[in-house]
């Protein structure tokens, strides 16, 4: 008899593990785990190994694994996480077990999954696991289903991108768990996990399913929960405390232009049951949970289900700052692939017929690709009047004829409407006090009406383009009247909800959003780079400066795709003449020195004015840029080295780096001083994928051959006049 349907006949007969024969019989098939790991580096070389979901020796754990990392669950006598481990480092990456979630349903907390009995949390023995229990009161593992990773809403893809899967490949399993004996009867609980392909990276999230005849309340939910191993020894209370080496984030996010300030659930909190830790109140942040700040506090009616949001977990394999946010970069190519499109655009000032047709003329013969209306120009996205609709539709028409897309802005939280639609303060009961002072509930009949007529102008002018400012700031409401949710607790979720599904909407739709807070994992495309805006104000020279180290320091995390610049080509907060580029001929080498660091970091910028040239002269020179970039499109859109921040006291480089290209690298060098320079510069040229020589083109010119040294460094000779700029390409 095959030995895999001895140990199926031994689960079934057990009764410890399954109810049924069939999920037994399902574990039994998957293949058995083999401890093989990804041997080179995954930031450089294809991983050929792909994600899976395997049963272990053990005849009751059934895992994930990548050859990165691996998540192993006990299914028996209850699901857990018994061991989370980074394949690339050699480490673990929990010391405990917890319950796989906390849910709350009618005011009463429900543990779901997890073992009891675990004697010491510093450390976890596999050889404790077979004396441990469940507890009586949790939900309790019922089956799982295993399958490939799905596409969390649809991804219309109609301008350049990278050429990125979507969704990212992979695999998913599901633990099934049914509620305590005799309660909540109806009720199903499933977790979610996805494992994708040569990356390490986690997915999870919570569902739930009411097939009761009753409504159900679910007041909280805790989707994640990690007793994470300690990144420092700390005997008392910092100020600052560092949290263990993983990123985590969710897509419950806003009012942030980085992960950090706009993720809201993620939570690092002591761990009241590791009594042995060197922290002498017991108060190291050593556990995760990603849980909502409130609520949701949702009413699951009969029939419905309840979908969480979705953490992410990305496991590092160092401490050093640069190879972090490379990783992280990857994590946003591969869950949102559209932060790759990267079109150039011009932001006109007037929205009136002539001055539109004026910028998409423009645009067409110098090689832009969008263009948006912006703030201050007229352009009204909540005029739904037939004739106004109409006449956006024949602007739109007219510059897709050209090539051209165009769309405009609208101003959302930042606000005020009414006291009836405003977002009401819980401590007053009045409206004020909000993030922005006053904002407007999403959920009320205004946020409503607004969302509809968003709808409807893209379905009616065939528009491509969103600029969304003010978008949710998670704002709260105490409001009992609004139609779109019932109180303070629901209020949060329930907007985030609103504006969430108009994003999703928009992406399937192909309409590129921009959008100043942390919307990526919901679709949108990009946001600030980071930058002061009444610097746009000060002397033209120091803008270039300032705007150079801007785009070194936003792009640690950001890929140079996921955020705007801007080029105040007339004045913007003030400054008056010195602070702007308008005559264009007059100031064609302020002029070039934007277009050479936007479009050779390739970061689009917001070229903000009623045109893009004046006279041949400076039609050519942004031509120049344009038709650089686009020969190079794909390595400047890659990853950036930071090789030397801009200081203004000597020359700076950044380097694109890309293995998988025939352009390996891209080195961007810039000269700020007044005088010429002649230095040698040292590449490092490691995320290049080179290693023994590489060959070196100093714009376009004859190829160098260069031997790399022992760091995968080479050394250049540069030679630059003042205030310029120059290029190498690297093969």
């Not at 480092?89 to 907390?109: M, N, Q, S, Y």
């Not at 399913?209 to 009753?214: A, H, I, L, P």
């Not at 109409?390 to 051209?404: E, F, P, Q, V």
């Amino acid at each position: 008899m095959n030995k895999y349907w001895v140990i199926c006949m031994i689960i079934t007969t057990s009764g410890a593990l399954f109810e049924n024969a069939s999920a037994a019989k399902h574990l039994c098939e998957l293949p058995l785990y083999s401890d093989t790991r990804n041997d080179d580096d995954w930031l450089v070389e294809p991983v050929h190994l792909k994600a899976g979901i395997f049963r272990s020796e053990n005849s009751n754990e059934i895992l994930l694994s990548n050859g990165l990392i691996r998540r192993t669950f006990r299914l028996a006598p209850n699901a857990a996480t018994v061991g989370y481990d980074n394949l690339m480092t050699g480490e673990t990456i929990i010391r405990g077990i917890k319950p796989e979630a906390l849910v709350k349903l009618d005011g009463v907390e429900y543990a779901v999954g997890g073992l009891m009995g675990q004697i010491e949390y510093g450390y976890l023995l596999s050889e404790w696991l077979d004396s441990m229990s469940t507890d009586p009161q949790a939900f309790q593992f019922a089956g799982f289903e295993t399958g490939k990773t799905s596409e969390r809403f649809h991804w219309h893809r109609k301008r350049y991108a990278a050429d990125l899967p979507f969704p990212p490949t992979g695999v998913s399993l599901r633990l099934d768990f049914k509620p305590p004996r005799n309660k909540l009867a109806g009720i199903e609980l499933s977790i979610h996990y996805e494992m994708n392909d040569g990356i390490p990276l986690l997915c999870k999230w919570v569902t739930i399913q009411n097939k009761s005849e009753r409504p159900i309340q679910l007041n909280t939910i805790t989707t994640e929960i990690l007793a994470a191993v300690e990144y420092e020894s700390s005997v008392g209370n910092p100020e600052q405390w560092i949290y263990p080496n993983i990123h985590v984030e969710s897509d419950y996010a806003f009012y942030g232009m980085l992960p950090r300030n706009a993720d809201k659930t993620t939570h690092w909190v002591p761990d009241p049951q590791y009594t042995s830790q060197i922290n002498y109140r017991l108060d190291a942040p050593l556990m995760l949970e990603s849980r909502p700040p409130i609520g949701p506090d949702v009413m699951i009616l009969p029939g419905d289900h309840f979908e969480s949001f979705r953490t992410y977990e990305l496991i590092y394999d160092t401490t050093e700052r640069e190879r972090k946010g490379l990783a992280l970069r990857r994590m946003y190519r591969t869950i949102a692939p559209w932060v790759t499109e990267n079109p150039i655009l011009m932001h006109v000032r007037n929205a009136d017929d002539a001055s539109v047709r004026l910028a998409i003329d423009q645009c067409a013969e110098v090689g832009f690709e969008m263009v948006i209306m912006t703030f201050g120009s007229g352009f009204d996205i909540e005029d739904d009047n037939p004739e106004t609709l109409k006449r956006y539709k024949t602007l739109a028409d007219y510059a897709h004829s050209k090539g051209i897309e165009l769309g405009g802005y609208s101003l959302l939280a930042s606000r005020k409407i009414s006291p009836e639609h405003d977002v009401i303060n819980p401590k007053t009961g009045k409206t004020g006090d909000a993030i922005f002072d006053n904002s407007p509930c999403l959920c009320s009949a205004w946020g409503e009406a607004y969302f509809k007529k968003l709808f409807h102008f893209y379905e009616q002018t065939g528009m491509d383009v969103l600029e969304h400012d003010g978008s949710y700031p998670g704002d709260l409401c105490a409001s009992i009247r609004h139609p779109g949710h019932r109180n303070l607790d629901d209020s949060q979720w329930m907007q985030w909800k609103k504006i969430t599904h108009f994003y999703n909407w928009c992406r399937g739709k192909g309409i590129y959003l921009n959008v100043p807070d942390w919307y990526f994992l919901n679709g949108s495309n990009k946001n600030g780079m980071g930058y002061r805006e009444v610097n746009w104000s000060l002397p033209r020279e120091r803008q270039i400066l300032l705007a150079r180290q801007n785009i070194y320091d936003g792009t640690w995390q950001k890929t140079s795709s996921m955020g705007w610049m801007f080029v105040p080509l007339v004045e913007y907060h003030g400054g008056g003449s010195g602070a702007t580029l308008e005559p264009l001929s007059e100031h064609p080498n302020e002029y070039g020195a934007h277009l050479a660091q936007n479009f050779g970091s390739g970061v689009q910028a917001c070229y903000r004015g009623p045109r893009l040239y004046d006279s041949p002269e400076t039609k050519a020179l942004v031509k120049k840029w344009v038709d650089f970039y686009k020969k190079y499109r794909p390595i400047l859109d890659s990853d950036i080295i930071h090789v030397r921040r801009p200081d203004g006291r000597d020359i700076d480089c950044i380097l694109h780096a890309n293995p998988f290209l025939k352009h390996k690298g891209l080195a961007m060098v810039y000269n700020p001083l007044k005088k010429s320079a002649n230095r040698k510069l040292k590449l490092p040229l490691y995320y290049c994928g080179l290693t023994d020589v590489a060959k070196v083109s100093k714009q376009g010119a004859a190829a160098i051959t260069y031997k790399l040294d022992r760091s995968y460094a080479i050394e250049l000779n540069v030679e630059m006049e003042a205030k310029s700029v120059t290029w190498f390409v690297i093969e």
